[in-house]
């Protein structure tokens, strides 16, 4: 018996085993490979915004929400009017008597930035703003020397979604120069929407919506410098200067604690006197309105008939009846303002009776 017994434990070894990853016989299951990781290529350009990132000082942050966050931002007067239109934005000079407008393109399926002046107590007609690329722009911001234009503009210059932009008005040519990205820590991988300066208070505001859920935005109010300072990179591991670059923590940048209290003071002043404006809303003097309407008409007069010597004969045609009109407008308006002039003497001398 032990010798059958021994026969058929010797056959039971030598069967094939039963794997018990595959169900197999005699086969050993493979193992399986991990997926490999996909190796993200960080754009270049991100590298050299980073080696140049502006060191600013970000006093303060808002959360609003996208559809209207410029009704947080106080701008001064002497800054313009910035407003939005749901997700579209407009801008109107300091002057009133200019103003940038931002319209969707169903063609093209982008946004668009357009200008009108206020001439004769109307708006002219919407025209393209020339010098900008054809990628989708939005959110202008014109400053008081009518010259620097910051706007968002998402495209092949953008490193994200909406970067954000700059570029500077050639009355020469009679449009804007090559537009030029801000760089960090404006812009960003992230949608970034506005960027204003208000000389009045000394005080900047950027919108983003980095780290924000969808539908918000993030509103970083910050101390302009006067000439351009950056990181020294080679000052900070890299970590740090990234984290700088997208403002992680608005505390890092508080160098000057007295500085900053100093610029929240300015802000609680701006917002109290942005709240008086509104509730007084007292229209601007008819007399300075009329003199200023003037003023742009004359430009733009000036304009027309320097750019006439070069233009074409089909180009002329158009300017010669365009040229007309404005100088008869100009009549007009040059006529309201010594009827204006004579009004206020005569209330002055009233006044003064």
């Given at each position: ?7 058929i ?5 030598m ?23 996909e ?67 169903v ?15 109307t ?33 092949e ?16 040519v ?8 801000i ?32 539908g ?15 990181y ?36 609680a ?9 509104a ?25 027309a ?10 180009e002329?045609q ?20 010594r ?10 001398y009233?006044?003064?009776?």
């Amino acid at each position: 018996m032990k010798r059958y017994f021994l026969i058929i434990l010797a056959i039971l070894v030598m069967i094939p085993s039963v794997d018990a990853q595959t169900g197999k016989k005699g086969v050993r299951a493979k193992k399986s490979k991990k997926p490999k990781k996909e190796v993200v290529v960080e754009d270049p350009r991100i590298a050299q915004m980073l080696a140049a990132t502006q060191q600013i000082m970000f006093i303060d942050s808002i959360v609003a929400n996208m559809r209207d966050f410029m009704r947080h931002i106080p701008l001064s007067s002497d800054a313009g009017l910035a407003e939005q239109n749901d997700t579209l934005g407009q801008f109107t000079n300091e002057l009133r008597d200019h103003r940038l407008t931002v319209r969707y393109d169903v063609k093209d399926s982008a946004c668009h930035i357009y200008q009108s002046d206020y001439i004769a107590n109307t708006w002219t007609p919407l025209v393209r703003v020339q010098g900008i690329s054809d990628s989708s722009a939005n959110y202008p911001f014109l400053m008081p020397d009518g010259i620097t234009l910051y706007y968002a503009q998402k495209g092949e210059n953008s490193i994200g979604g909406y970067d954000l932009f700059v570029t500077r008005y050639d009355s020469e040519v009679g449009a804007f120069l090559r537009p030029e990205n801000i760089g960090m820590p404006f812009s960003s991988t992230a949608n970034d929407y506005f960027y204003a300066i208000d000389e009045a208070n000394n005080l900047g505001y950027f919108v983003t919506d980095r780290r924000q859920p969808n539908g918000k935005v993030c509103i970083y109010i910050f101390e302009p410098n006067q000439t351009r300072k950056i990181y020294q990179s080679e000052a900070y591991a890299e970590p740090q200067l990234r984290a700088l670059a997208d403002i992680s923590k608005i505390s890092d940048t508080w160098s000057n604690k007295s500085q900053r209290k100093l610029a929240l003071d300015r802000l609680a002043e701006a917002k109290k006197n942005t709240i008086t404006a509104a509730k007084s809303n007292t229209p601007k003097n008819e007399l300075e309105q009329l003199r200023h309407q003037a003023e742009v008409l004359e430009k733009a007069l000036l304009l027309a008939r320097n750019y006439y010597a070069r233009a074409s004969e089909s180009e002329r045609q158009s300017l010669r009846s365009e040229i007309l009109n404005s100088e008869k407008e100009l009549e007009t308006l040059q006529l309201e303002i010594r009827s204006a002039e004579k009004a206020q003497r005569n209330a002055m001398y009233k006044n003064n009776n």
